[in-house]
């Protein structure tokens, strides 16, 4: 039994290669989900702590899954993950705009809430596009160097001499890279130094820039005339 597991981890490229950490898109995931809890509770559903507990129990089965070898599994519970925030993250903007008219919040709750929201935007489209290109970190795990994807980043565009004589000539984007990405389009609303080459990265980059001019332009905006 134990010879046949050998067998697996030999044949299998991602196991044969250094594999992507995972806990920066944890701890990202952890942040967005904690992050619910300083919202007022006009921008919240159902008690404040229920959401971060959803997002928790999913978090925790995705570890072990990984840990234990079914990618698949924790392929799912990611992609469960990064639904539940995308969700979470909508309704709140959605019932912030709608508070904003009542005047129920106070304008120092509007600028708190108008910041949770957007950090939480960063870390929410980071977390997708790192589950998204070129397959997910497990398939870019299995290819040494990255070569092919959804984001040109400045690494792709160097010849293998250059790479090599950097030292990165294995080099492949990680969850800080696309954090990266995400807090640019969130601030400069463009992806800046990295071009995006996949339909479906730029319907999502469009997505998040629309969700952070609201939150910055309009909510924050208003939250400071008001003081």
Same mark, same amino acid.
């Given at each position: 039994m134990d010879s046949l597991k050998t067998l697996r981890r030999a044949e299998d490229p991602a196991e044969q290669s250094e594999r992507e950490p995972r806990w920066p898109a944890f701890i990202g995931a952890l942040a967005a989900g904690g992050l619910y809890t300083a919202l007022p509770d006009a921008l919240t559903l159902g008690p404040r702590w229920l959401f971060p507990a959803l997002v928790l129990a999913l978090l925790i089965p995705g570890v072990v899954s990984y840990h234990t070898g079914r990618h698949r599994l924790n392929a799912v519970f990611g992609f469960a993950v990064d639904g539940l925030l995308t969700v979470g993250l *909508? !309704? $709140?903007? *959605?019932?912030? *705009?709608?508070? /904003?008219?009542?005047?129920?919040?106070?304008?120092?709750?509007?600028?708190? $809430?108008?910041? $949770? /929201?957007? *950090?939480?935007? !960063?870390l929410v489209f980071a977390l997708w596009y790192w589950r998204l290109d070129a397959g997910g970190p497990y398939q870019r795990d299995k290819i040494p160097g990255h070569s092919d994807g959804a984001f040109l980043f400045p690494q792709m565009t160097m010849s293998k001499e250059a790479l090599r004589e950097a030292g990165q000539q294995n080099w492949s984007p990680n969850f800080i890279d696309y954090l990266f990405l995400a807090f640019n389009t969130s601030t400069a609303f463009s992806p800046t130094d990295v071009p995006v080459l996949a339909g479906w990265a730029k319907i999502l980059m469009m997505l998040q820039s629309l969700l952070s001019l609201l939150i910055i332009a309009l909510l924050a905006a208003r939250a400071v005339n008001i003081l």
């Open positions: *909508i !309704i $709140s903007v *959605i019932l912030l *705009i709608d508070a /904003l008219p009542t005047g129920k919040e106070t304008p120092q709750q509007l600028l708190l $809430s108008a910041a $949770s /929201l957007w *950090i939480t935007n !960063i």
